[in-house]
């Protein structure tokens, strides 16, 4: 490591001359970084141009065959429905631990931090139990008299488990924002003369959407490289690029069409990420600014 | 605010809904773990221990929760000190390349897991690094290493570097200050990325499926395997298990916390 070859000087960073030392601290972590995380995602963008032979036929092949567009769009679909339903659930909720006194908000995020104790693997093993045909909500249903409805291996099931999974990466930068908006603009607004929907829609909910856009680009980018959850919830006509990626390489050793469809997941998400970062730092300087 | 009482009792019920979404399913392992048959069907049939004596003494299940045990508290003490000395790093640095150095080291939490996981599945097959507890642990040690980065940096942005100045001063060198006065006052950033580290890897699923061998599985591996091939109630016991440890642990640590600060004021 080559933090150990800092010469051991007393305090003299500020000095001259000694420029390399930060460098040097973020070293290691950075060699690591490009051998395990670097270098295997340039093998992959190799492959995909060179397996079978050099080209960009894994690429004509990914657009060209109407399965994998299907799935693509399959897969911006759900996400975009995973977002949806955690946008609608997530606000009142993040108002509601604005406006409750310190207890009942200590309750509110235990709520929201509770998913995290137990392992991923093990929420979904849940939601296999809960949305089975002989599942808790089925069997709920049944006893109230209703027929069973099917939500394992559906879509439906693979957007409810995923936006639970998902909810919490919404409800705290949400959180964050509201926290800071001044109560008092509402007041203002209503004794200028508003109806509380009208100094709602017209004061509240213009200042909370820098959380609104900063949770619902998280939670869109991660629900689109999500595996686990629709490889356990879903089925054969919920399958997500994730799943089709890992078909292709572990199961068809095409390493090439599997890496080309990794590096459209990956440029596709990194695309996102570019688009989104200027709109949601001047939305917060304008946040900040009123 | 003025809310009207129906606005108000909506609110609370839809609330309500959403925090049962949120907790009920961590929930509902624990009955199942219990369950009498070999079934994950609702509701769970009669009482009995069996799941809970299979995790102990079945090979596949214990050698895999101790493989996990292992790789986490390697990866958390390597995820912290790399984490660490890069969070000193970008500290100590001009805000330009510190900040595309930042966007660099948290890359990992936002490239998409199965993309990360064949890309390192292509370099392991080539380095004869499947199935080994050292893949495993440079695996999980980058995928946690943002953690801890954001915990210590979030500490390092409040610490006074005054407070060094004055170290050196009064004469302690580098390392003297480092040590009594630097490293009390960031200790909590540093044990939060400690924990982080530890649970990321102990929970890590993506790429330990593909990095996987038969005769290395991690507990994650396990259960997903497990999940997929039978309805086996032992998940539902590991589950439940987890759930408690993680409970007791963090619920110590708060009362640990609250104590010490209540010691202080």
């Given amino acids: 490591m080559s933090a150990s070859e800092l010469p051991p000087q007393p305090a003299a960073d500020a000095r001259p001359g000694r420029a390399w030392r930060p460098f040097a601290l973020t070293a290691p972590a950075l060699i690591l970084l490009v051998a395990v ?116 291996r559906t879509q439906t099931g693979v957007v409810i488990g995923m936006a639970q999974v998902l909810l919490p990466f919404m409800i705290l930068p949400l959180y964050s924002v509201m926290k800071g908006i001044d109560l008092r603009l509402m007041r203002a607004a209503q004794s200028l003369g508003a109806r509380p929907s009208r100094a709602f829609f017209t004061v509240y909910l213009p200042l909370s959407l820098p959380g609104v856009y900063a949770g619902a680009i998280i939670v869109f980018i991660l629900a689109l490289g999500f595996y686990i959850t629709p490889a356990l919830l879903g089925g054969p006509r919920s399958t997500m690029l994730s799943t089709l990626v890992q078909t292709q390489v572990l199961s068809l050793l095409q390493w090439g069409r599997g890496g080309a469809m990794g590096v459209v997941l990956l440029v596709t998400t990194f695309v996102l990420l570019a688009l989104a970062a200027p709109v949601m730092r001047s939305r917060y300087r304008e946040a900040g600014r009123r | 605010m003025e809310i009207k009482p129906l606005t108000r009792v909506i609110l609370g019920l839809v609330c309500l809904l959403v925090a049962i979404w949120l907790v009920a399913p961590t929930l509902v392992v624990v009955p199942m773990s219990f369950n009498e048959n070999k079934s994950l069907a609702f509701p769970p049939q009669g009482f009995s221990w069996q799941w809970y004596q299979n995790f102990f003494t079945n090979p596949d299940w214990s050698s895999s929760f101790l493989n996990s045990l292992k790789v986490a508290s390697v990866v958390a003490v390597l995820a912290t000190a790399l984490g660490t000395l890069a969070a000193f790093g970008l500290d100590r640095m001009k805000a330009g390349p510190a900040n595309l150095l930042r966007m660099l080291m948290l890359t990992p939490m936002v490239v998409p897991g199965v993309v990360l996981a064949i890309g390192i599945y292509a370099v392991y097959l080539d380095t004869h690094l499947v199935g080994t507890l050292l893949g495993f642990v440079l695996a999980h040690t980058i ?50 990325g400690l924990l982080f580290a530890f649970a990321t890897s102990f929970d890590e699923i993506v790429v330990s499926l593909f990095i996987t061998n038969p005769y290395l599985k991690t507990l994650p591996v396990q259960i997903f395997s497990s999940i997929t091939r039978d309805a086996d109630p032992t998940v539902a016991a590991v589950g439940t298990i987890l759930l408690f440890a993680t409970t007791l642990l963090i619920g110590g640590g708060m009362l640990l916390l609250g104590r010490e600060r209540k010691g202080r004021q």
């Fill in chain 1, 37 to 152: 995380i670097g270098y295997p995602l340039f093998t992959i963008v190799v492959r995909s141009l060179s397996e079978p032979e050099w080209g960009v036929q894994n690429y004509v092949w990914f657009f060209g065959a109407p399965i994998n567009l299907t799935v693509l769009q399959r897969t911006f679909t759900i996400s975009a429905w995973v977002t949806i339903v955690c946008v609608i659930c997530a606000y009142p909720y993040a108002y509601l631990m604005t406006a409750v006194g310190p207890r009942v908000r200590l309750v509110l995020v235990l709520c929201v931090l509770i998913p995290f104790w137990v392992s991923g693997v093990v929420r979904t093993l849940s939601w296999v139990i809960l949305l089975q045909d002989s599942g808790v909500i089925n069997s709920l249903l049944r006893s109230a008299g209703f027929d069973g409805i099917r939500l394992i």
């Fill in chain 2, 143 to 192: 995928l946690a290493l943002p953690f801890v980065l954001i915990a210590v940096s979030a500490s390092l942005e409040v610490f006074d570097r005054r407070l060094e100045t004055a170290a050196a001063s009064l004469g302690a060198g580098a390392l003297t200050a480092f040590r009594t006065v630097t490293l009390p006052l960031i200790l909590p950033g540093i044990l939060s």
